[in-house]
């Protein structure tokens, strides 16, 4: 059974980088039919897709946040990984990390608050 | 402002049908056949229920199903159990810069 886990700080300074980490396990992150996101939903507010990413490297991000993402991915470790600098309050947010297969994310991670403050 | 567009609530009783409608553009839901439907549990993740428009992965209940028409996908959920108390949530590729676009969501409350 595949299985994502999302690491990283719970709390982060306003103008400092958000980095995450997510750990898949029971299968391969280099598996050439997937790629693989990060998604957050904002306390009380829907879902925003952020980026993904393919086991070579590709990479796809949501042009509103493209200039402070960056997603990176280590098939060594089967991790991939988020960076978003510059946050503010807004960032505030739980971020999941998902398996996309084609065009629907189908398997998640259980998801892991980030909260944005002084 | 989310990209597509879904009603705030809906309610039904156990064993009734309910059906939450999502509409786009011509740019991704009426677009393409790439709608997704997912259900959120509070505090917990989404949980694939749809793609491609109509299609239930494995382990889905065959009461959840999916359709469009034009620039609308629907979701209908059909003898209404307690357990599909919860958030839906639409999604769609797009041509646009965005790629993958989202629903506000729709909280589903079975009476």
């Known amino acids: 059974q595949l299985q994502l886990q999302e690491s990283g700080p719970g709390l982060v300074k306003p103008s400092e980088t958000l980095s995450l980490t997510c750990t898949v396990s029971?299968?391969?992150?280099?598996?050439?039919?997937?790629?693989w996101g990060w998604i957050r939903q904002p306390p009380g507010k829907g879902l925003e897709w952020i980026g993904s990413?393919?086991?070579?490297?590709?990479?796809y991000y949501n042009p509103s946040l493209k200039s402070r993402v960056t997603i990176s991915v280590d098939t060594s470790k089967n991790q991939f990984s988020l960076k978003l600098s510059s946050v503010t309050a807004a960032d505030t947010a739980v971020y999941y990390c998902?398996?996309?297969?084609?065009?629907?994310?189908?398997?998640w991670g259980q998801g892991t608050l980030v909260t944005v403050s002084s | 402002q989310s990209a597509l567009t879904q009603p705030a609530s809906v309610s039904g009783s156990p064993g009734q049908s309910i059906t939450i409608s999502c509409t786009g553009t011509?740019?991704?839901?009426?677009?393409?056949?790439?709608v997704s439907w997912y259900q959120q549990h509070p505090g917990k993740a989404p949980k694939l229920m749809i793609y491609?428009?109509?299609n239930r992965p494995s382990g889905v209940s065959n009461r959840f199903s999916g359709s469009k028409s034009g620039n609308t996908a629907s979701l209908t959920i059909s003898g209404l159990q307690a357990e599909d108390e919860a958030d839906y949530y639409c999604?769609?590729?797009?041509?646009?810069?965005?790629?993958?676009?989202f629903g506000g969501g729709t909280k589903l409350t079975v009476l």
């Open positions: 998902a398996r996309l297969l084609f065009t629907s994310f189908d398997y």
């Open positions: 029971g299968g391969s992150i280099s598996s050439s039919s997937y790629y």
């Open positions: 990413i393919y086991y070579s490297g590709s990479t």
């Open positions: 011509s740019s991704d839901v009426g677009g393409y056949n790439y």
């Open positions: 491609d428009v109509s």
């Open positions: 999604s769609s590729y797009t041509s646009s810069s965005t790629l993958k676009v």
